[in-house]
């Protein structure tokens, strides 16, 4: 079974500051690792995801996340804040193995930009 | 390209009445989800799909039935709608692999009074 821990549902940063959303996941078998971000009142949009081979990726609007298989985490970084980045983030784990995405989601964390 | 549609965006149902959330994609995906989000719980699968005629349960299917006779079309209902199944539904496809982007709807906000 597959599960994350995303830390801090809440995440308050000034603008220019480094952005740093903390996701740590459980996973029985090597896992498809994914963040989500979902702006008000839309759906989700993808920003990255970790597959398979380089462990640092990069996504869009400048963030970048680590899979680090020691620590089973996944964190999201971004080292300039800008205010357009307010949102909410998912970070999402698949089991490799199943041949389809069986998404299993964290509880999220709503990302606050203050000027 | 439409991506995925969901339809309504919004709805306020009684107790006890039913409904069908409608979702259709135009990617020619093959695999098909339905989540629901509720605040601090995330994103929770109910059912999904891998195919037309083939579908499966997810996380949190009690009290909803799907079907899928097309490649397109998802549809979601509820049976017997109770207090509990407030919440944003979405409706979410992909390619079948693991590693791809799944792609979601606007959402359909429903309330259940």
């Known amino acids: 079974a597959q599960s994350v821990t995303q830390l801090g549902s809440h995440v308050s940063v000034s603008e220019g500051a480094l952005v740093l959303l903390r996701c740590n996941y459980s996973s029985s078998v090597p896992p498809y690792l994914f963040w989500y971000v979902q702006y008000p009142n839309q759906g989700l949009q993808l920003l990255l995801k970790?597959?398979?081979?380089?462990?640092l990726v990069k996504g869009i609007n400048g963030f970048e996340a680590e899979f680090k298989k020691s620590e089973t985490s996944f964190h999201l970084t971004k080292p300039s804040a800008h205010m357009s980045d307010a949102a909410e983030y998912f970070c999402a784990v698949t089991p490799m193995n199943t041949g389809f995405q069986k998404l299993v989601f964290g509880t999220g964390t709503r990302l606050l930009v203050s000027p | 390209n439409a991506g995925v549609t969901q339809t309504p965006k919004f709805q306020v149902l009684k107790t006890g009445q039913s409904m069908t959330l409608q979702c259709a994609q135009d990617m020619n995906h093959e695999y098909m989800s339905w989540y629901r989000q509720d605040p601090g719980m995330g994103l929770r699968l109910i059912h999904y799909?891998?195919?037309?005629?083939?579908?499966d349960q997810g996380e949190v299917p009690n009290g909803y039935n799907v079907s899928r006779s097309t490649t397109e079309d998802f549809p979601l209902r509820l049976l017997s709608a109770a207090p509990s199944q407030t919440s944003v539904y979405f409706c979410?496809?992909?390619?079948?692999?693991?590693?791809?982007?799944?792609?979601f709807g606007q959402g359909t906000r429903l309330t259940v009074v």
């Open positions: 799909s891998v195919g037309a005629g083939i579908t």
């Open positions: 970790y597959t398979t081979g380089a462990t």
């Open positions: 979410a496809s992909s390619y079948v692999t693991g590693d791809t982007e799944a792609f």
